[in-house]
């Protein structure tokens, strides 16, 4: 409990910075009604991460806006519902299957489950997601789409990651969302990787969305994917019932990990 509440509280801290973009710990301190010595210890974990810069007597936001989170914060970022939902999404794939795994914190946590698989072929734009393969498996296979590289994030993009899809013969994609909209569909964070999602999307003939409940109070203007193109959505049991309730009389399947 005491590590949940900790994870939680820093959390929060780093979304205030975010937002901020500068405070001090005093601010941040009377903000989440702990002592500074506490917000002092946090922000130096945060700064050990990676996820902020700290400076004398507060912290700053790092470079590139609140939208998205960076792919450090999301990999330490709701762990255990990403791990539950990533097995149980694990469960929806079949021995000698063909699957696409986008790259993400969600849909990472899924490779200790692919790995036993047989016969499974695994195809991504995700260098991350192929080398973590690679080295945990001698049998899977992984084809990876070429395609300029999006350095922070290690995905492929643009017209030679949709081009190599033309031939292939896809069961199943697994996307990592940015977000969800119950009346609107999967949310993307960048207009540059829109357009190669939804190719990919458009190769696979079921779509899996992956999506803590953290996805649903994300907002953008970017739609990667309506309801209606939805398969089925894997989330956690915090996902508020009403996201649930739309997204099921909208005939997308909800599994709750």
């Keep these: ?33 702990v002592s500074v010595s506490t917000v002092r210890r946090d922000l130096d974990a945060l700064d050990g991460h990676g996820l902020l810069r700290r400076v004398h007597g507060g912290a700053m936001a790092l470079d590139g806006g609140p939208d998205e989170p960076p792919i450090a914060e999301r990999s330490i970022a709701n762990p255990g519902e990403k791990r539950r939902i990533a097995a149980e999404a694990a469960k929806l794939v079949s021995p000698g299957g063909v699957i696409l795994l986008t790259g993400g914190s969600t849909t990472a946590q899924m490779v200790p489950h692919l790995v036993t698989v047989p016969g499974l072929t695994v195809v991504t734009n995700s260098v991350a997601i192929a080398y973590a393969i690679g080295t945990a498996s001698a049998t899977t296979q992984v084809l990876v789409l070429g395609g300029l590289m999006r350095n922070a994030e290690l995905s492929l993009l643009g017209h030679l990651t949709t081009q190599a899809l033309t031939d292939l013969r896809i069961d199943a994609g697994f996307f990592s969302a940015y977000g969800v909209d119950p009346a609107y569909g999967m949310l993307g964070a960048h207009l540059a990787e829109a357009e190669t999602d939804r190719s990919m999307i458009a190769a696979a003939t079921r779509l899996v969305v992956l999506a803590d409940h953290t996805k649903f109070t994300r907002r953008s203007a970017v739609r990667i994917a309506p309801l209606s193109g939805i398969d089925t959505l894997v989330t956690d049991t915090r996902t508020p019932p009403g996201a649930v309730t739309a997204l099921r009389t909208a005939g997308v399947t909800v599994v709750t990990a």
Excluded: C, G, W, Y
């Design 1 to 33: 409990m005491i590590a949940m509440l900790s994870e939680k509280r820093r959390n929060d801290l780093l979304a205030h910075v975010r937002t901020r973009r500068t405070v001090s710990v005093e601010d941040l301190a009377e903000l989440l009604d």
